[in-house]
């Protein structure tokens, strides 16, 4: 199985998931990379995978349904044109052709309706998370809460700590610095910077990541920290409540960073 980054736009990764005959793609935002792609290698799409709304993860799935009359899988309480397969957690997509089982996560918190699709196999596991998780990072709270996006954090953290994650944005380095101001004494932190620099300065993606490095980096997973909380602390002039709290503060640090 190969899962590969087709870049979109300024800084969106398309995944593309095939086994050398067929494929399915994850946020296709532009028709274009993934027709391309598909093209050079001679595969038949098989069928789209939708995490939330936003027209950079939607607006090429048009395009590509009506070259290849596909199932469209997508998030059931958001109103995305061409879904066919409207999904919510516990559904389980099988996809045949590439002996794939996806289960549904439902992950509020950037949108209302955000869904995330996990694969246990084969191993060591995918995580395809949209826009809820970045490496170093979490999305924006357009539509939901941080309780919301706390519990989303939460299931993703559950996983297997092997499973790779796959984010649809490239913004690690810039998660990278904030994290650093978060959190300013982590050593896993600044050694997964260095290895993110170098790979950016040969562009070349930092994704996956890892559940287990994402534990041990992202901030927005590491609320309840002693080292985070002590920051937000000496920010604001009083400890966070909670975990929760603690998130929804670093949000709105992040968002002014």
């Known amino acids: 199985m190969n899962i590969i980054p087709l870049p979109a736009f300024r800084d969106n990764y398309i995944w593309l998931i095939h086994d050398g005959r067929h494929a399915a793609v994850v946020d296709p935002g532009d028709a274009r990379p993934v027709e391309d ?21 939607v607006g090429g799935v048009a395009d590509l349904v009506t070259r290849h009359p596909v199932p469209v899988f997508g998030p059931a309480t958001e109103r995305i044109a061409g879904i066919d397969r409207p999904l919510s957690e516990g559904d389980i997509v099988v996809l045949d052709e590439l002996g794939l089982s996806l289960s549904v996560l439902d992950v509020p918190g950037h949108t209302a309706g955000h869904i995330a699709y996990y694969a246990a196999a084969p191993a060591p596991g995918a995580l395809f998370c949209g826009d809820t ?93 002693d080292s985070v909380i002590a920051t937000l602390a000496e920010r604001s002039g009083s400890r966070p409540a909670d975990a929760v709290a603690s998130l929804a503060a670093l949000r709105a640090w992040k968002d002014v960073f």
């Open 133 to 225: 998780m970045f490496s170093a990072g979490c999305g924006r709270l357009f539509e939901g809460t941080a309780a919301q996006m706390s519990a989303s954090l939460a299931k993703f953290a559950a996983l297997p700590d092997s499973t790779r994650v796959y984010c649809t944005h490239e913004y690690t380095l810039s998660n990278l610095a904030f994290a650093r101001a978060a959190e300013p004494v982590n050593a896993a932190r600044d050694e997964y910077a260095r290895r993110c620099e170098a790979l950016r300065a040969e562009n070349r993606p930092t994704l996956p990541s890892t559940i287990a490095l994402e534990k041990a980096v992202n901030p927005f997973l590491r609320c309840g920290e």
């Open 37 to 57: 792609f598909l093209a050079s290698q001679g595969l038949t799409l098989t069928a789209i995978l939708v995490t939330h709304h936003h027209p950079d993860h």
